[in-house]
């Protein structure tokens, strides 16, 4: 009973304070000339608050010092025992390596770097090839790589390969620097598509299909966690998203933007659109967010001190 009693006195301490900031801030200059704007009708329902708050337990009191000496007089104004039992803060979630490295050398960092990259974008060749293989619908970029290649006669990995070379060419107007992973990005996974999909057997089974969708996003999400996480660059395709993002677009829009985009191009050139689609872009980032702590490696910098 006290925990719940000291959680809604901090509520509402939270509620009074955040609701005078928000009255207090004209919005375009529009709440002077609406009747709640006014200074009359601000003084009156301010009076009438305090004169409701006043036999109560002192909420407006205490809202009123919190709002102006800060989040530490909440602290004091508490009831006797409640500093304890305050809600936990909301955790932020960061992308740090959650291992030990300590390279002998440079060049020992390089290579360490350089084998997780190139295993990482081999895992995420192979992931595309077992779920362009279930047959169950691509992820937006390669559906629009299947339709492309549907309509040229190329086969899927060069068209990644080709893809992501003029995706390139577009980071020179955003002024985007490739790194190393953003080179072998573009090259590497196009190949292991080409040599792991015919490696596959086909199949009809729904079960062994839908196996094959689930290890490709798996495969896709380890792949990521290795080759972001060494940390020499980004894809072609991240780094358009970046380049926008660095324009005033938000990276949400800009990737919501960007991926519908290919989405509906790869639709209209023949490309596999299905519940593998929607199963992909519900699941890709979650694995990325659990395998990418755990497989990223210290900044360059940081590491080259040590």
């Known amino acids: 009973m006290r925990r719940a009693t000291c959680r809604a006195t901090e509520r509402r301490l939270r509620y009074f304070s955040a609701s005078r900031v928000l009255r207090a801030v004209p919005s375009n200059g529009m709440a002077a000339a609406m009747p709640w704007g006014s200074n009359t009708a601000r003084v009156a329902a301010s009076e009438k608050r305090q004169a409701r708050h006043r036999s109560g337990p002192g909420w407006w009191q205490l809202a009123q010092r919190w709002r102006k000496t800060g989040s530490e007089v909440m602290d004091r104004s508490l009831p006797e025992g409640c500093g304890t039992v305050r809600s936990p803060p909301v955790p932020i979630t960061e992308i740090t390596s959650s291992r030990a490295y300590a390279p002998s050398s440079v060049a020992a960092d390089w290579a360490i770097r350089l084998s997780r990259c190139v295993a990482g974008l081999f895992l995420f060749g192979a992931g595309i090839a077992f779920i362009l293989e279930a047959h169950l619908g ?163 910098g940081s590491a080259e001190s040590q």
């Open 138 to 300: 691509a992820a937006p970029w390669d559906a629009f790589h299947q339709g492309v290649s549907e309509l040229t006669g190329i086969s899927v990995g060069k068209v990644i390969v080709l893809t992501g070379l003029a995706l390139l060419l577009l980071w020179i107007p955003l002024r985007q620097r490739p790194g190393v992973g953003t080179i072998l990005n573009a090259l590497e996974i196009g190949f292991v598509v080409d040599l792991v999909e015919p490696l596959i057997p086909d199949t009809a089974g729904i079960v062994v299909r839908v196996v094959y969708l689930a290890g490709g996003i798996v495969l896709m999400g380890i792949g990521s966690g290795l080759y972001i996480g060494a940390g020499l660059g980004p894809g072609p395709r991240d780094g358009i998203m970046l380049g926008l993002s660095q324009r005033g677009i938000s990276v949400r829009l800009a990737r919501t933007v960007v991926e519908a985009t290919v989405l509906v191009l790869g639709w209209l050139l023949g490309g596999s659109i299905g519940v593998g689609t929607v199963a992909f872009m519900l699941t890709i980032g979650p694995m990325v967010q659990f395998f990418l702590p755990r497989l990223s490696l210290p900044p360059r």
